[in-house]
């Protein structure tokens, strides 16, 4: 079983910057990653895809602000997030996609002043 644990996150100001982190217990060679995030009585929304090779798909509400990047030697996958917005506020969670691991615990980023 794939344990997926992230951390980073945390409060900050709007235009403001975080750092997360994922790290999984198993290999992530070969395997398409993606960043997930889940705001309060929201779905859970896929806005982040890392391919095999590193490139990403991004959802044009994060396009330009956020960068993910993945280091299969580690098993991890990492997202950096700029000119945070209100509207980002949401649990984060790394896994494969489609989906097909038991979700972690996330990460929670707020954004308000």
């Known amino acids: 079983q794939v344990q997926l644990v992230e951390a980073g996150g945390g409060l900050v100001q709007p235009g403001g910057s975080l750092r997360c982190s994922c790290t999984?217990?198993?290999?992530?060679?070969?395997?398409?990653m993606a960043w997930y995030r889940q705001a309060p009585g929201k779905q859970r929304e896929l806005f982040a895809l890392i391919t095999t090779g590193g490139s990403t798909n991004d959802l044009d509400s994060v396009k330009g602000r956020f960068t993910s990047s993945r280091d299969n030697v580690k098993g991890a996958v990492n997202l950096r997030m700029d000119s945070l917005k209100p509207e980002d506020t949401a649990a984060y969670y790394c896994?494969?996609?489609?989906?097909?691991?038991?979700w972690g615990q996330g990460t929670q980023v707020t954004v308000s002043s």
């Open positions: 999984v217990s198993g290999t992530i060679f070969g395997i398409l």
């Open positions: 896994s494969d996609y489609p989906s097909t691991w038991s």
